[in-house]
């Protein structure tokens, strides 16, 4: 069984991730499989991850799956509108959890690129840009959604400045780059769909393309966490 995890444990999770976007296009009939379906893409990919050994990286893989763990809340507490702080809260611990490992790998504070700097002036615009389309329908969101942008983004800068790494250069341009990218891209929409779209042009199906491009954020994220888990030559 640890065998065929460790070889289509990934595959699984997409497969999950399959199930869910058939029953979201479906009728409501259908909808316990969405939720389902939704609950288990996480762990199935927590346990892919589980099984890839590697003891010099315990430490990292401790702080990679706590971050897993708050993805996995915050998917289920978003099952529903009423648990929207609570399931923001949870992607918070994922956010921290994952600045907390991609730090220990290369300190922001070693030499920075060119790229990085482009990168973060394009994320700052973009924050700001997002918060003066949103802040007069976030009401009394406005506070922890900053607070959750700045993660988001401290996250997905990480990620580029990681890939000034050798050892992680090809790990962090080929997964976790594009990861969080979706990631971006899936919470931005989350965001105006929920707090624009939703009341003044609801947009049919929206929910597909949220899940889709987190659902390729997380995957590739965890296809990142697991090359860098089973690479014996990176400290």
Not at 2 to 20: E, M, P, Q, R, T
Not at 85 to 95: D, N
Not at 102 to 125: E, G, H
Not at 156 to 168: C, D, E, G, Q, R
């Amino acid at each position: 069984m640890k065998s065929f995890i460790k070889n289509w444990g990934l595959g699984v999770a997409a497969f999950i991730l399959c199930v869910h976007f058939l029953a979201q296009m479906l009728s409501d009939e259908y909808r316990m499989v969405e939720y389902i379906s939704k609950a288990l893409f996480l762990p199935s990919l927590m346990l892919y991850l589980y099984v890839q050994s590697n003891p010099f990286h315990k430490s990292g893989k401790l702080l990679v799956m706590i971050g897993l763990l708050g993805s996995f809340l915050g998917d289920v507490f978003l099952l529903s509108n009423a648990l929207f702080i609570i399931g923001m809260i949870a992607f918070m611990m994922t956010h921290i959890f994952n600045i907390i490992f991609f730090w220990k790998i290369y300190s922001p504070f070693q030499p920075r690129s060119t790229k990085l700097y482009i990168s973060k002036f394009v994320l700052v615009s973009f924050c700001i840009f997002i918060y003066f389309q949103l802040k007069d329908s976030m009401g009394a969101l406005i506070y922890p959604i900053l607070i959750y942008m700045i993660l988001i983004c401290s996250s997905a800068l990480m990620t580029v400045h990681i890939s000034n790494y050798k050892p992680t250069k090809t790990i962090a341009n080929k997964f976790w780059i594009p990861g969080m990218l979706f990631f971006v891209i899936s919470d931005t929409v989350l965001a105006f769909n929920k707090f624009d779209w939703s009341i003044h042009s609801p947009i049919p199906n929206i929910g597909l393309l949220i899940m889709l491009t987190y659902g390729l954020a997380q995957l590739l994220l965890v296809k990142g966490f697991q090359s860098y888990f089973t690479t014996k030559n990176i400290e």
